[in-house]
């Protein structure tokens, strides 16, 4: 078992036509002994090259990379105690389930009748041992995977990276094997690193998130941290399902009470009076663009009252609850409404509830408060 420290991991690629891609733009990250964390991001920001550098099976431009304290950066890969699985399991066909999982043991000096122990020990952790001897193509996804962590787990290894382990299985079966990496691993307490594009398997897996975008971490914490308390647009829009709702407008002073006036292409729109919680706020960033974010269960559509007027575009029906699809003058909005009332989307005001805003930059997209 081990910790993980990145120090300002930078990776630039060299393309056939002499152009550089940027896939890690000063990664710092720590991931400390024993936990799983999950590595989220959209396809193309650097999870998948971000493992490969730990792993060892490619070199950092810049920066550097500590298992447990130690610098590893020259250490060859086989000598790192890293394993990954990958997204396509990686098995090799003419071998049996067995055969697949010991090959990873053949390359270390160990005693042959241990090396029997560890394969029937993950087997029956795994819940393979009855499939031992068939070839992966006899198997289902589930268990293919099931092989595949098999495999890494039998070298003891120090650290765990998992390249969107799941992302070949039906929605079932995922669910099903994130219950089993996250028993696997209150069983091993080994650190573990899970790539996924998927927000739903971070939130649900990862004892702590980091999100990726464009080769940079924009925010890591615990999954609540980053859906109450996103440090940036981009984090509120990726974690969550839906996204954040944001509202583009300024805050100002009208009147001699605090308000927030939605911007719109023809200039100003609605202008909703702010709760006097907001008075530092408005002090501090009167009359620059903001960003007001709000996630979809802290709306309401109501029949009379104060908030922004909206046009109900679509409903979706979900069963236990409902996602109103709105619009205001210029922005475009979901509403969470518990599934079998009604009434609530004959609403045609939005009330807000003001306590959970987030208020961000509209230029830099930071928070602000
Ligand atoms: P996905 O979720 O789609 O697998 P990812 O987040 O894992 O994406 P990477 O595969 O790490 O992303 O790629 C990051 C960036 O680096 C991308 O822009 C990709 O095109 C680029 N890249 C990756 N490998 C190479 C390479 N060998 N040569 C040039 N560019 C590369």
């Not at 890494?152 to 669910?175: G, Q, T």
């Not at 996250?182 to 971070?202: G, S």
């Not at 269960?297 to 236990?320: A, C, N, Q, R, S």
């Amino acid at each position: 078992m081990a910790s993980l420290k990145l120090n300002n991991l930078c990776k630039v690629f060299k393309t056939d036509r002499k152009a550089e891609v940027t896939a890690l733009a000063g990664i710092n990250l720590e991931v400390p002994d024993g936990e799983l964390m999950a590595l989220v991001g959209p396809s193309g920001c650097g999870k998948s090259t971000l493992l490969r550098l730990i792993a060892g099976l490619d070199h950092p431009s810049n920066g550097s990379i500590s298992l447990g304290n130690k610098e590893v950066n020259n250490i060859k890969p086989q000598d790192r105690d890293v394993a990954m699985v990958f997204q396509n399991y990686a098995l090799f066909p003419h071998l049996t389930v067995e055969q697949n999982i010991i090959f990873s043991l053949k390359f270390r000096k160990i005693p042959k009748s241990e090396m029997q122990s560890r394969v029937d020990d993950a087997a029956d952790l795994l819940g393979i041992t009855d499939f031992l001897q068939r070839k992966p193509a006899e198997l289902s996804g589930g268990q293919r995977q099931r092989v595949a962590l098999g495999r890494a787990m039998v070298c003891k290894p120090k650290i765990f990276l998992l390249d969107e382990p799941l992302s070949n299985l039906d929605a079932r079966m995922r669910a099903e094997m994130r219950a089993e990496i996250a028993k696997l691993h209150n069983r091993l307490r080994t650190t573990m690193i899970f790539v996924t594009h998927d927000q739903t398997e971070a939130m649900t897996l990862g004892q702590r998130i980091c999100v990726i975008n464009k080769g940079k971490v924009m925010q890591v914490g615990a999954p609540l941290d980053l859906y109450q308390r996103p440090v940036h647009k981009f984090v509120g829009d990726f974690i969550g399902t839906p996204g954040m709702n944001f509202i583009r407008g300024r805050l100002d002073v009208l009147d001699g009470s605090n308000v927030f006036i939605e911007d719109t292409k023809d200039g100003d729109g609605d202008s909703l009076h702010l709760p006097e919680i907001f008075s530092k706020a408005v002090a501090k960033f009167n009359g620059i663009k903001v960003l007001l974010g709000i996630r979809s269960e802290h709306l309401k559509l109501i029949e009379k009252g104060i908030g922004f007027k909206v046009t109900l575009d679509t409903v979706e029906t979900l069963g236990h609850e409902s996602l109103l699809h709105i619009r205001t003058a210029a922005n475009k909005m979901i509403v969470r409404s518990s599934g079998n009332d009604q009434s609530n989307f004959n609403g045609k005001i939005l009330e807000i509830n003001w306590s959970n805003v987030i208020w961000f930059d509209y230029n830099s997209g930071l928070a602000l408060i």
